[in-house]
Nanobody, 125 residues
Framework: QVQLVESGGGSVQAGGSLRLSCVGPGRTFSRAAMGWFRQSPGKEREFVAAITRSGDGTACADSVKGRFTISRDNAKNTVYLQMNSLKPEDTAVYYC??????????????????WGQGTQVTVSS
């Protein structure tokens, strides 16, 4: 079992910023592509951003492009999601996920093997 631990969520006003972090076990983390997804009540889990194992390739959903940035520090076994210019529609529980043994990311949640417990992000207008 791979345990991922997210942190950094909270409540902010529209236009504000938050940075989410996700820490994973070293041997698994450094060999895997990572992703961030989110889910709000009554909606399906949706792709937010993802990054390759090495960190040289990233992808973001159109809804967050230009506002959110994903990055990773393999020396710290941590992946980050920097969220700027937050909007009320960004309100959701945010999850990080790992594709064990895979170098490249996917935008489909079905392609990820392990998930964190989630961290709540609430953006008020």
């Amino acid at each position: 079992q791979v345990q991922l631990v997210e942190s950094g969520g909270g409540s902010v006003q529209a236009g504000g910023s938050l940075r989410l972090s996700c820490v994973g076990p070293g041997r698994t983390f450094s060999r895997a592509a990572m992703g961030w997804f989110r889910q709000s009540p009554g909606k399906e889990r949706e792709f937010v951003a993802a990054i390759t194992r090495s960190g040289d390739g990233t992808a973001c959903a159109d809804s967050v492009k230009g506002r959110f940035t994903i990055s990773r520090d393999n020396a710290k076994n941590t992946v980050y999601l920097q969220m700027n210019s937050l909007k009320p529609e960004d309100t959701a529980v945010y999850y990080c996920a790992v594709r064990t043994g895979k170098s490249y990311y996917s935008t489909s949640y079905n392609d990820y093997d392990y998930w964190g417990q989630g961290t709540q992000v609430t953006v008020s207008s």
